[in-house]
C-alpha cells in the first residue's frame, strides 16, 4: 500500500491597518472550509466586510488581544454587519472596555460594543475551523492582554505586546512595565525563533530577530 502525502492545510492572514493610528486588524481564516474570525477590528468595518465578502467567508467570531479603543474601534459598526458574531475579551479587560478604551484621552468619538460572550480567561485555546491557536495571558500593556498563538503556522498575534525594535507602551493608565517584560520573557521568548510575530502596530517580526536584536530586551537589567 502507497503511502498517501496529504496537504498541509494553511491558516491564511490577512493584516489590514486601520484606524487614526493604523492599528492592526487581522482576518485569519480557514480557506478550505471558508471560516474566519477577525482579531482587533480597528477602524472601517467596510474595509473588513469587503475582504470577508470578497473570500466568502463565514466569520466565526471576533476576537480582541486587548480593550485599547484603537483595537475595538471599528467593533460596533462590524457588528451591525454580523449581529449574531460572538465578541472575546478577558475579563481583566473589561472595565476598559465599558469605559470605552480610553478614547476620551484623544478625543476620539466611540461607541460601546456589546459584553463579550466569550471569557478568554477561561479558555486556553480558540478554533478558526481547523486551526487551533493557544490563548496566551501576556499582562503589562493591558491588564487582560493575550495573544494568539498558532503553533502549526509558527504564527504569534501579538497585540501590543512586541513590535520589531520596541515593546508596547507602559506609560498609560493600568500598564505595568516590569510585568510587560515578564510576559515577553515567559510566554513569548519560550517560543520558536521562527515564530512571526503579527503586532498591533507596524511590520512584522519574528521571535529570533528581537531576541537578539530588541534593545529592550538586551538591557541585562531586565
Known amino acids: 500500500m502507497s503511502n498517501i502525502v496529504l496537504p498541509i492545510l494553511m491558516l491564511q492572514i490577512i493584516k489590514l491597518p486601520l484606524g487614526p493610528i493604523q492599528t492592526n486588524c487581522y482576518l485569519l481564516a480557514d480557506a478550505e472550509i ?40 471599528g467593533l460596533v459598526a462590524l457588528l451591525e454587519k454580523y449581529p449574531e458574531t460572538p465578541v472575546a475579551l478577558h475579563v481583566l479587560d473589561l472595565p476598559l472596555y465599558q469605559a470605552g478604551g480610553g478614547a476620551r484621552w484623544w478625543n476620539i468619538p466611540i461607541e460601546l460594543g456589546p459584553a463579550p460572550r466569550i471569557a478568554l480567561e477561561q479558555v486556553r485555546t480558540l478554533q478558526v475551523g481547523a486551526h487551533s491557536a493557544q490563548v496566551l495571558f501576556v499582562p503589562g500593556h493591558a491588564p487582560g492582554h493575550v495573544a494568539f498563538y498558532f503553533a502549526h503556522a509558527q504564527a504569534l498575534i501579538g497585540g501590543d505586546v512586541l513590535f520589531a525594535g520596541s515593546i508596547g507602551r507602559t506609560d498609560l493608565p493600568s500598564a505595568n512595565h516590569a510585568q510587560l517584560l515578564a510576559s515577553i520573557r ?17 511590520e512584522n517580526t519574528t521571535i529570533g530577530t528581537e531576541r537578539v536584536s530588541n534593545p529592550h530586551l538586551l538591557d541585562a537589567s531586565w
Open 186 to 202: 515567559a510566554q513569548f521568548l519560550t517560543l520558536p525563533d521562527a515564530t512571526i510575530v503579527y503586532p498591533g502596530h507596524g
Open 34 to 73: 471558508k471560516i474566519c474570525v477577525v482579531v482587533d477590528p480597528s477602524g472601517s468595518a467596510q474595509s473588513i466586510e469587503k475582504v470577508i465578502r470578497k473570500e466568502g467567508w463565514h466569520l466565526q467570531a471576533i476576537w480582541l488581544t486587548h480593550a485599547h479603543w484603537d483595537h475595538f474601534l
